[in-house]
């Protein structure tokens, strides 16, 4: 391949990558000049080790004379039934943070969770999850930031008075006249609907309003001009053959990332002899995962998108041979897109991630040209997770600052940290008769409201949800409450004088008004997790008024001048509510491969113009942020994370980044999330942002193969010929091992990897996998077990991107093996690369001849270790370790296992009931989490194993395969819908 | 009817002249004839664990004033066989069958028809205990003076006589320090607790009224007043505070290391300085030998290391798998039941022990008392914190359904005759070198388990004759990762 790969400006430009270096070593010395220095005026060592020895004997004389410690074994005084100590149990519950939702499973382990997993029952996210799913059970044993009982003015407080007092508040304003509000992110309970209804009946003046931190209200409104619905559809990227995105990040974070990431990868699957492939547009600000994957990106700027939508419009409106609208971009790609698009018509989707209503009503009449609408984009089963309306919120501040409210009931929002206009809602806080916060966790708002009624964690908590209408799942607690906190909906019950029984009242609600069915009914619809009820299908029509309403105003825009700044949603952070999960925290951003910071992107040449360096630190109008060269973000701009700098939210999130909310802005009825009009300047002083990109690195050599459609459908092992020529010239003078079992893979499809780390959170989640913090990562020391290579190619201004998830590849013939010492890693009769952590004595030679870098060294002990205070030092925290995978101590090696302790557990049920394994019977924790199920694990010696066919796929290589260590792990090769000369 | 009537009333008439005369003569609280003595122990033989007097129904009616109710002759024939009353037709039998859910009463037809009268006259003269009455308060558990303590602590040593006798002091059974479980008797502050704790027994009820005939016949000769039980429950409600102290060994193996160290320390010294001895031999021969002890002691040392074979622990009740498992023959898995399906095999909860302890009160050994901490243990909702023998690394994974169930092991093979313990030991030594051995001996169910057919390099190589059938190290039992992950 003559593509060149690189996986930094600094590797792109040749220069020497210093940054790990200069923590690990002075400039100028070598390892010997720091270690004399080091022992320099010290006493000599040749009697300190004699010492060292002597004393090391008596100890060891001592130890062995001493007793054993004496354990205890408790059982419990009546079994519960369906507890047993040692196994797991499995309940289907529903997560839903305000944004993001996901059908899933908690395995509970003796009464506690350990692990989230994806539910496959379900129809929607079909078994996927995401990174903030798979890390949510840690911050139920959040022994710090979650509020431990109610409180009055930050006071600890009994239930009993503060609901009395509560009640009594609520009663005074409501006889008043005055009203109260309850100020909630968006609710897709619909029985928790019912509750506020009746809470509104109970105390009349009552309203309810729906606070995103990031919106959806543009999209809202103009479907409600467009359609008279504000309604937000349900989008088959599963039929889409072309995909336009508008700066809409429908992989990471637009809308339902889990199901578009599933869809999408159907189409992008070119296994089982499928010879055709989606074509994907992106035209964005800055890098995102969607944009990495897309056929095509277009870096622009953000107030060129209504432009470029108007110019799309324009185009297709010639194709169809209708008048086209005034204005518009002539970017040269349009007629291109505009002419594939044309040819889909009722195959294809655009999308756009504007707050804008105007652009929202473009992208609507150009879907209702394509005759979108029923097919791919389908208004019939639409998303009910996006309900806020940013114009209320806004005259609910306005309301608060001059008395018409009386009181303010805060559901799961914290907007003293997300509203641009944070001092006002203070301000307008203080005037209230009422205010009480409902939320399970401290945060910014809690110092500022009288009454905190903490709820349970999403885990603790009987709850239910419809994220598309017509599709139902329910929530139920896999734990009792940790701490003396109360669900939210009791609450409300118990402040309308009702019994707080929810329990009762949800089971109520589904029998009655979801089921209409009995309690058999119920108790599968509780197994299952899910239920589903058939939607009518309709179609709506478009109002084709809303359009030239649009145009104008969009035309009427003050044209943008000097830098604009893009503000968007990271994998990990999302809007700010998990930031205190360390798992979280430390998860390397799939394309920046930083991590414990946010920062503003910004393009090389941008970076060049301002003299902008490594370790820069800028200044956007008062807004100082530290700077990163990014390749691919458009030109003249600087993309910046939101969800960070936070200032009362917990050890981990607090102090850490910059609070980017600060910057959105208001206009047109909605928040925006881009400004124009600024020139960064550089400000002095220098700030290190913690990144992995260098780490690991395997040194250049061709360890992506890509190649184009029609090359793939001339011969479909273009782009890997060399495959085939390392197969034939493979020969060994030792005897091969041979596996008379099962022989475990796994192959990893590169079309289908997203990149969006849900593998790492769950590797991370079930393997016990320590955070080490932002100085360690500094040092190279991240202990993930897996972790996404990103790697690009061509220009930097506008590079291809490829994902590449890379974890131990379990050579067969591996350099690991024979250099260690004591036989520590050994291979198994299955084909697994073994790590006996008890006999390690951390030679580290491994790691040095490892060629894919992927073992892990633990230079500290990161349980119970006050220096590491991140989620192994508290016995709260601890709950989450999963009992079956050993706790590593320090001066081991450790690296992937394949998941061994799945591979067991499920052989041993095998044995049990005496039947042969099932394929896809053994998941492992990264392959259950991937939401594209781009990660196949299976026997290979059994050949009708999807594994077994995957590795017979023209597409399928090893990484490195000339070394001839016969890995495991093997990959499919990138294919993507370019046009030849492109590539 | 007055027929009988008139011959209870004689009947009690005479027991009465009868126990006024023990009274006099031994100034012991005994009522019981001989007969009646008889008609109790078989009472609480045979008809007790269905039947309550004056307590209400249990498995079996009330039999309080049956003999009022019934004709005795009747009685008895009911009593030895019961069912051939019924299928002989008796509207009565018939009629008490269905009244009691149609189970059938068991048949006793080893009792003779004196026996069976004898039980008869134990109803019929049944009276609920009189409970003693004393003059100090009997409830308070705290708050005694030192004088009081003092007193307490000198009798239960045996210092001071009780004043109605009684040859042995309290601590010759009811030791102040743990031991082995072998001596049933509840140690003194297995009592302490008992006493002091919520729920706790009452020392008053107990030293009266023996509730076991273990406890009876241990305490036979003692009659303490209430003044002395008084003083001894002071003395162990203090008691009960104090941490007990285990009984040390001194290390033989230790003393022996020592007394080598000094020798050969000397006869260096003696060799080298003072050089008292002439043949050096001497001196040579003591650091040798003293040297090969040194090195025995370290290797046996080093080998035992974190290794706890035969470690025989006292548990906080003491259970006896001997009784359980050897003389009563109950399965391993009744109590043990998840063994089959799970990683650990499980200690049963308190609810398994009371399947069989609701009915059997007492044991052969210990009387209540050890029976009756399970009780006490839901009734606090305390639940029983045993001591654990068998104690893995942490990072080793055992999975006793690997063994039980996939493997079929019998429980003997790791944990040995566990029907002789009355203590139980940990037999094996659980080490590496133990595991690794039977993983190359044992042979698995190659043919039979259809999951092995995926094995199937095995089975082609077993169809040519290369080997007859497999072991567990063929098919990867030697893996690492089989135990450590």
Same mark, same amino acid.
């Given at each position: 391949?003559?593509?060149?790969?690189?996986?930094?400006?600094?590797?792109?430009?040749?220069?020497?990558?210093?940054?790990?270096?200069?923590?690990?070593?002075?400039?100028? /010395?070598?390892?010997?000049?720091?270690?004399?220095?080091?022992?320099?005026?010290?006493?000599?060592?040749?009697?300190?080790?004699?010492?060292?020895?002597?004393?090391?004997?008596?100890?060891?004389?001592?130890?062995?004379?001493?007793?054993?410690?004496?354990?205890?074994?408790?059982?419990?005084?009546?079994?519960?039934?369906?507890?047993?100590?040692?196994?797991?149990?499995?309940?289907?519950?529903?997560?839903?943070?305000?944004?993001?939702?996901?059908?899933?499973?908690?395995?509970?382990?003796?009464?506690?969770?350990? /692990?989230?997993?994806?539910?496959?029952?379900?129809?929607?996210?079909?078994?996927?999850?995401?990174?903030?799913?798979?890390?949510?059970?840690?911050?139920?044993?959040?022994?710090?930031?979650?509020?431990?009982?109610?409180?009055?003015?930050?006071?600890?407080?009994?239930?009993?008075?503060?609901?009395?007092?509560?009640?009594? /508040?609520?009663?005074?304003?409501?006889?008043?006249?005055?009203?109260?509000?309850?100020?909630?992110?968006?609710?897709?309970?619909?029985?928790?609907?019912?509750?506020?209804?009746?809470?509104?009946?109970?105390?009349?003046?009552?309203?309810?309003?729906?606070?995103?931190?990031?919106?959806?209200?543009?999209?809202?409104?103009?479907?409600?001009?467009?359609?008279?619905?504000?309604?937000?559809?349900?989008?088959?990227?599963?039929?889409?053959?072309? #995909?336009?995105?508008?700066?809409?990040?429908?992989?990471?974070? @637009?809308?339902?990332?889990?199901?578009?990431?599933?869809?999408?990868?159907?189409?992008?699957?070119?296994?089982?002899?499928?010879?055709?492939?989606?074509?994907?547009?992106?035209?964005?600000?800055? $890098?995102?995962?969607?944009?990495?994957?897309?056929?095509?990106?277009?870096?622009?700027?953000?107030?060129?998108?209504?432009?470029?939508?108007?110019?799309?419009?324009?185009?297709?409106?010639?194709?169809?041979?209708?008048?086209?609208?005034?204005?518009?971009?002539?970017?040269?790609? $349009?007629?291109?897109?505009?002419?594939?698009?044309?040819?889909?018509?009722?195959?294809?989707?655009?999308?756009?991630?504007?707050?804008?209503?105007?652009?929202?009503?473009?992208?609507?009449?150009?879907?209702?040209?394509?005759?979108?609408?029923?097919?791919?984009?389908?208004?019939?089963?639409?998303?009910?997770?996006?309900?806020?309306?940013?114009?209320?919120?806004?005259?609910?501040?306005?309301?608060?600052?001059?008395?018409?409210?009386?009181?303010?009931?805060?559901?799961?929002?914290?907007?003293?940290?997300?509203?641009?206009?944070?001092?006002?809602?203070?301000?307008?806080?203080?005037?209230?008769?009422?205010?009480?916060?409902?939320?399970?966790?401290?945060?910014?708002?809690?110092?500022?409201?009288?009454?905190?009624?903490?709820?349970?964690?999403? $885990?603790?908590?009987?709850?239910?949800?419809?994220?598309?209408?017509?599709?139902?799942?329910?929530?139920?607690?896999?734990?009792?409450?940790?701490?003396?906190?109360?669900?939210?909906?009791?609450?409300?019950?118990?402040?309308?004088? /009702?019994?707080?029984?929810?329990?009762?009242?949800?089971?109520?609600?589904?029998?009655?008004?979801?089921?209409?069915?009995?309690?058999?009914?119920?108790?599968?619809?509780?197994?299952?997790?899910?239920?589903?009820?058939?939607?009518?299908?309709?179609?709506?029509?478009?109002?084709?008024?809303?359009?030239?309403?649009?145009?104008?105003?969009?035309?009427?825009?003050?044209?943008?001048?000097?830098?604009?700044?893009?503000?968007?949603?990271?994998?990990?952070?999302?809007?700010?509510?998990?930031?205190?999960?360390?798992? $979280?925290?430390?998860?390397?951003?799939?394309?920046?491969?930083?991590? @414990?910071?946010?920062?503003?992107?910004?393009?090389?040449?941008?970076?060049?113009?301002?003299?902008?360096?490594?370790?820069?630190?800028?200044?956007?109008?008062?807004?100082?942020?530290?700077?990163?060269?990014?390749?691919?973000?458009?030109?003249?701009?600087?993309?910046?994370?939101?969800?960070?700098?936070?200032?009362?939210?917990?050890?981990?999130?607090?102090?850490?980044?910059?609070?980017?909310?600060?910057?959105?802005?208001?206009?047109?009825?909605?928040?925006?999330?881009?400004?124009?009009?600024?020139?960064?300047?550089?400000?002095?002083?220098?700030?290190?942002?913690?990144?992995?990109?260098?780490?690991?690195?395997?040194?250049?050599?061709?360890?992506?193969?890509?190649?184009?459609?029609?090359?793939?459908?001339?011969?479909?092992?273009?782009?890997?010929?060399?495959?085939?020529?390392?197969?034939?010239?493979?020969?060994?003078?030792?005897?091969?091992?041979?596996?008379?079992?099962?022989?475990?893979?796994?192959?990893?499809?590169?079309?289908?990897?997203?990149?969006?780390?849900?593998?790492?959170?769950?590797?991370?989640?079930?393997?016990?996998?320590?955070?080490?913090?932002?100085?360690? #990562?500094?040092?190279?020391?991240?202990?993930?077990?897996?972790?996404?290579?990103?790697?690009?190619?061509?220009?930097?201004?506008?590079?291809?991107?490829?994902?590449?998830?890379?974890?131990?590849?379990?050579?067969?013939?591996?350099?690991?093996?024979?250099?260690?010492?004591?036989?520590?890693?050994?291979?198994?009769?299955?084909?697994?690369?073994?790590?006996?952590?008890?006999?390690?004595?951390?030679?580290?030679?491994?790691? *040095?001849?490892?060629?894919?870098?992927?073992?892990?060294?633990?230079?500290?002990?990161?349980?119970?270790?006050?220096?590491?205070?991140?989620?192994?030092?508290?016995?709260?925290?601890?709950?989450?370790? *999963?009992?079956?995978?050993?706790?590593?101590?320090?001066?081991?090696?450790?690296?992937?296992?394949?998941?061994?302790?799945?591979?067991?557990?499920?052989?041993?049920?095998?044995?049990?009931?005496?039947?042969?394994?099932?394929?896809?019977?053994?998941?492992?924790?990264?392959?259950?989490?991937?939401?594209?199920?781009?990660?196949?694990?299976?026997?290979?010696?059994?050949?009708?194993?999807?594994?077994?066919?995957?590795?017979?796929?023209?597409?399928?290589?090893?990484?490195?395969?000339?070394?001839?260590?016969?890995?495991?792990?093997?990959?499919?090769?990138?294919?993507?819908?370019?046009?030849?000369?492109?590539? | 009817? %007055?027929?009988?009537?008139?011959?209870?009333?004689?009947?009690?008439?005479?027991?009465?002249?009868?126990?006024?005369?023990?009274?006099?003569?031994?100034?012991?609280?005994?009522?019981?004839?001989?007969?009646?003595?008889?008609?109790?122990?078989?009472? !609480?033989?045979?008809?007790?664990?269905?039947?309550?007097?004056?307590?209400?129904?249990?498995?079996?009616?009330?039999?309080?004033?049956?003999?009022?109710?019934?004709?005795?002759?009747?009685?008895?024939?009911?009593?030895?066989?019961?069912?051939?009353?019924?299928?002989?037709?008796?509207?009565?039998?018939?009629?008490?069958?269905?009244?009691?859910?149609?189970?059938?009463?068991?048949?006793?037809?080893?009792?003779?028809?004196?026996?069976?009268?004898?039980?008869?006259?134990?109803?019929?003269?049944?009276?609920?205990?009189?409970?003693?009455?004393?003059?100090?308060?009997?409830?308070?558990?705290?708050?005694?003076?030192?004088?009081?303590?003092?007193?307490? !602590?000198?009798?239960?040593?045996?210092?001071?006589?009780?004043?109605?006798?009684?040859?042995?002091?309290?601590?010759?059974?009811?030791?102040?320090?743990?031991?082995?479980?072998?001596?049933?008797?509840?140690?003194?502050?297995?009592?302490?607790?008992?006493?002091?704790?919520?729920?706790?027994?009452?020392?008053?009820?107990?030293?009266?009224?023996?509730?076991?005939?273990?406890?009876?016949?241990?305490?036979?000769?003692?009659?303490?007043?209430? !003044?002395?039980?008084?003083?001894?429950?002071?003395?162990? %409600?203090?008691?009960?505070?104090?941490?007990?102290?285990?009984?040390?060994?001194?290390?033989?193996?230790?003393?022996?290391?020592?007394?080598?160290?000094?020798?050969?320390?000397?006869?260096?010294?003696?060799?080298?300085?003072?050089?008292?001895?002439?043949?050096?031999?001497? +001196?040579?021969?003591?650091?040798?030998?003293?040297?090969?002890?040194?090195?025995?002691?370290?290797?046996?040392?080093?080998?035992?290391?974190?290794?706890?074979?035969?470690? &025989?622990?006292?548990?906080?009740?003491?259970?006896?798998?001997?009784? +359980?498992?050897?003389?009563?023959?109950?399965?391993?898995?009744?109590? +043990?039941?998840? &063994?089959?399906?799970?990683?650990?095999?499980?200690?049963?909860?308190?609810?398994? =022990?009371?399947?069989?302890?609701?009915?059997?009160?007492?044991?052969?050994?210990?009387?209540?008392?050890?029976?009756?901490?399970?009780?006490?243990?839901?009734?606090?909702?305390?639940?029983?914190?045993?001591?654990?023998?068998?104690?893995?690394?942490?990072?080793?994974?055992?999975?006793?359904?690997? +063994?039980?169930?996939?493997?079929?092991?019998? =429980?003997?093979?790791?944990?040995?005759?566990?029907?002789?313990?009355?203590?139980?030991?940990?037999?094996?030594?659980?080490?590496?070198?133990? =595991?690794?051995?039977?993983?190359?001996?044992?042979?698995?169910?190659?043919?039979?388990?259809?999951?092995?057919?995926?094995?199937?390099?095995?089975? !082609?190589?077993?169809?040519?004759?290369?080997?007859?059938?497999?072991?567990?190290?063929?098919?990867?039992?030697?893996?690492?990762?089989?135990?450590?992950?």
């Amino acid at each position: 391949m003559e593509n060149k790969y690189w996986k930094s400006l600094e590797e792109f430009n040749n220069e020497p990558d210093n940054s790990p270096d200069t923590d690990k070593f002075p400039s100028g /010395k070598n390892l010997l000049e720091i270690i004399d220095e080091e022992i320099e005026g010290k006493p000599s060592s040749r009697r300190n080790f004699l010492k060292f020895v002597g004393f090391s004997v008596a100890t060891a004389a001592i130890a062995s004379s001493c007793e054993n410690p004496v354990k205890k074994a408790v059982p419990y005084l009546n079994k519960p039934e369906e507890v047993t100590p040692g196994m797991a149990n499995h309940y289907a519950s529903s997560y839903f943070d305000g944004s993001e939702y996901s059908s899933v499973v908690v395995k509970v382990r003796d009464g506690r969770p350990i /692990k989230i997993e994806g539910n496959t029952l379900s129809p929607i996210t079909r078994g996927g999850s995401s990174a903030r799913v798979q890390a949510s059970v840690l911050s139920l044993y959040d022994n710090e930031s979650r509020l431990k009982g109610p409180s009055k003015a930050v006071k600890d407080f009994a239930w009993q008075i503060l609901d009395n007092e509560i009640t009594a /508040k609520l009663k005074e304003i409501s006889g008043a006249g005055e009203k109260t509000v309850i100020l909630s992110s968006p609710i897709i309970s619909p029985s928790t609907r019912k509750l506020i209804g009746e809470f509104i009946s109970t105390y009349p003046g009552t309203e309810h309003v729906v606070y995103e931190p990031v919106s959806f209200s543009g999209m809202l409104q103009a479907n409600k001009l467009s359609y008279g619905e504000p309604i937000i559809p349900f989008y088959h990227f599963d039929k889409a053959e072309v #995909v336009v995105s508008f700066g809409a990040d429908f992989l990471g974070t @637009w809308l339902a990332p889990i199901e578009f990431a599933h869809d999408y990868s159907v189409m992008r699957s070119l296994t089982d002899g499928e010879k055709r492939l989606s074509y994907h547009v992106q035209f964005e600000t800055g $890098l995102s995962i969607s944009g990495s994957k897309a056929d095509t990106r277009f870096p622009v700027k953000p107030s060129e998108m209504s432009g470029l939508l108007i110019g799309l419009y324009n185009q297709l409106a010639t194709l169809a041979g209708k008048t086209a609208i005034n204005g518009g971009s002539t970017h040269e790609a $349009l007629p291109g897109i505009a002419d594939k698009l044309w040819k889909n018509q009722e195959k294809s989707i655009v999308v756009s991630g504007s707050n804008d209503i105007n652009e929202q009503i473009v992208v609507n009449a150009i879907n209702e040209l394509l005759m979108n609408q029923g097919k791919t984009i389908d208004y019939s089963s639409p998303y009910l997770t996006k309900q806020a309306d940013d114009s209320k919120m806004e005259e609910l501040v306005k309301q608060m600052n001059s008395n018409q409210v009386g009181g303010l009931i805060l559901w799961n929002v914290n907007p003293v940290y997300d509203h641009r206009d944070s001092e006002a809602f203070v301000e307008g806080l203080k005037k209230l008769k009422l205010s009480v916060s409902l939320n399970s966790v401290k945060d910014e708002t809690l110092a500022h409201v009288t009454y905190s009624a903490p709820a349970h964690h999403y $885990l603790e908590s009987w709850d239910d949800a419809e994220p598309i209408k017509g599709f139902f799942s329910l929530a139920q607690p896999a734990i009792r409450p940790i701490f003396s906190t109360r669900q939210k909906q009791e609450s409300l019950l118990k402040w309308m004088g /009702k019994e707080p029984d929810y329990y009762a009242y949800i089971k109520n609600y589904w029998l009655t008004d979801i089921l209409k069915s009995g309690e058999a009914a119920w108790t599968k619809a509780l197994q299952d997790g899910v239920h589903q009820i058939e939607n009518a299908t309709r179609s709506i029509g478009f109002n084709a008024e809303s359009l030239s309403v649009a145009v104008s105003a969009l035309n009427a825009y003050p044209a943008a001048s000097g830098f604009e700044v893009s503000l968007y949603q990271n994998l990990s952070m999302g809007n700010g509510q998990h930031t205190n999960n360390p798992w $979280l925290m430390e998860m390397p951003d799939p394309i920046s491969k930083i991590c @414990w910071d946010n920062f503003a992107s910004i393009s090389p040449a941008s970076a060049e113009k301002l003299g902008i360096a490594k370790d820069a630190i800028i200044k956007i109008n008062d807004f100082e942020i530290p700077a990163f060269v990014q390749p691919g973000q458009a030109e003249g701009t600087i993309s910046i994370a939101l969800g960070y700098g936070h200032t009362a939210f917990g050890k981990v999130a607090d102090g850490v980044g910059k609070n980017a909310f600060k910057l959105t802005g208001f206009s047109n009825g909605n928040r925006t999330y881009s400004f124009s009009g600024t020139e960064p300047a550089l400000v002095a002083g220098e700030y290190k942002l913690a990144t992995t990109q260098m780490h690991h690195s395997m040194e250049g050599r061709p360890i992506v193969r890509e190649t184009t459609l029609s090359k793939y459908q001339q011969s479909p092992d273009s782009g890997n010929e060399l495959h085939a020529e390392y197969e034939e010239k493979h020969t060994t003078l030792y005897k091969e091992t041979e596996f008379t079992g099962h022989h475990w893979a796994v192959a990893i499809d590169l079309n289908k990897c997203i990149g969006c780390s849900a593998c790492v959170i769950a590797c991370q989640a079930e393997n016990n996998v320590p955070v080490v913090g932002k100085q360690e #990562v500094m040092k190279s020391r991240i202990m993930h077990w897996i972790r996404i290579d990103r790697y690009y190619n061509g220009d930097p201004a506008n590079p291809g991107v490829v994902f590449q998830p890379l974890m131990c590849q379990h050579c067969d013939n591996a350099p690991c093996e024979n250099v260690c010492p004591v036989s520590a890693t050994n291979h198994s009769s299955e084909g697994l690369n073994q790590m006996a952590y008890n006999r390690c004595v951390g030679t580290k030679y491994c790691i *040095n001849n490892c060629p894919y870098k992927v073992r892990r060294f633990n230079w500290f002990k990161y349980a119970n270790n006050e220096k590491f205070d991140y989620n192994m030092n508290s016995d709260l925290s601890r709950l989450v370790l *999963n009992p079956d995978v050993t706790v590593r101590e320090r001066g081991v090696v450790e690296k992937c296992t394949f998941c061994v302790q799945r591979i067991q557990e499920k052989k041993l049920l095998a044995k049990n009931e005496g039947r042969r394994l099932e394929d896809h019977e053994i998941l492992p924790a990264c392959g259950q989490a991937c939401p594209s199920k781009a990660i196949v694990f299976g026997d290979t010696n059994d050949p009708e194993s999807e594994v077994s066919k995957l590795i017979k796929d023209p597409r399928n290589y090893h990484l490195l395969e000339e070394l001839h260590t016969l890995p495991s792990v093997s990959y499919l090769t990138l294919v993507r819908n370019k046009a030849e000369e492109e590539a | 009817m %007055s027929h009988t009537s008139i011959k209870s009333g004689f009947r009690q008439a005479k027991m009465l002249l009868v126990s006024l005369l023990a009274f006099l003569l031994f100034s012991l609280s005994s009522f019981n004839s001989n007969a009646q003595d008889q008609g109790k122990q078989l009472f !609480e033989k045979n008809c007790q664990v269905c039947h309550k007097i004056g307590g209400g129904k249990l498995v079996g009616p009330e039999l309080l004033g049956i003999s009022q109710l019934r004709e005795r002759e009747w009685l008895v024939k009911f009593i030895r066989n019961s069912k051939e009353l019924i299928d002989s037709g008796d509207k009565l039998a018939i009629q008490v069958y269905e009244e009691n859910n149609k189970i059938p009463m068991q048949s006793f037809t080893n009792l003779s028809n004196a026996e069976i009268n004898s039980i008869i006259d134990y109803i019929d003269n049944w009276q609920p205990v009189q409970k003693k009455e004393f003059t100090v308060d009997i409830n308070k558990k705290d708050g005694f003076t030192e004088t009081e303590i003092r007193r307490g !602590e000198r009798m239960f040593y045996g210092l001071i006589p009780f004043e109605n006798g009684g040859t042995a002091s309290c601590i010759s059974c009811h030791y102040t320090k743990n031991t082995d479980s072998l001596n049933w008797n509840p140690s003194a502050h297995d009592l302490a607790i008992a006493f002091v704790e919520k729920n706790g027994m009452n020392i008053y009820e107990s030293m009266s009224e023996p509730s076991s005939q273990v406890m009876e016949k241990a305490h036979q000769e003692y009659n303490l007043t209430g !003044e002395e039980i008084y003083n001894i429950s002071a003395f162990l %409600s203090e008691f009960s505070q104090k941490e007990t102290k285990q009984f040390k060994i001194f290390p033989k193996r230790l003393m022996l290391f020592i007394l080598f160290a000094i020798l050969m320390t000397l006869a260096i010294i003696d060799l080298i300085f003072t050089k008292k001895l002439k043949y050096r031999i001497v +001196h040579l021969i003591i650091i040798a030998v003293g040297l090969a002890v040194h090195l025995n002691i370290a290797m046996t040392e080093a080998k035992a290391l974190s290794r706890t074979q035969d470690y &025989a622990p006292d548990q906080p009740i003491k259970f006896s798998h001997q009784i +359980h498992v050897g003389e009563n023959q109950i399965d391993c898995q009744y109590c +043990h039941h998840i &063994a089959d399906f799970s990683k650990s095999a499980g200690i049963p909860s308190n609810d398994v =022990c009371m399947n069989c302890h609701n009915v059997v009160l007492a044991g052969t050994n210990s009387g209540k008392f050890e029976i009756n901490k399970i009780k006490r243990s839901i009734e606090n909702g305390e639940p029983i914190e045993w001591i654990r023998i068998h104690n893995m690394p942490e990072h080793v994974f055992f999975s006793h359904s690997q +063994h039980v169930n996939a493997g079929n092991i019998a =429980c003997e093979t790791c944990h040995g005759p566990v029907a002789e313990m009355h203590i139980m030991k940990q037999f094996s030594d659980l080490s590496m070198g133990w =595991c690794i051995d039977c993983h190359r001996d044992s042979k698995v169910n190659f043919k039979d388990n259809e999951y092995y057919s995926s094995y199937m390099k095995l089975h !082609e190589q077993m169809k040519a004759g290369k080997f007859d059938s497999v072991t567990v190290e063929q098919i990867g039992g030697l893996d690492c990762m089989k135990c450590h992950y």
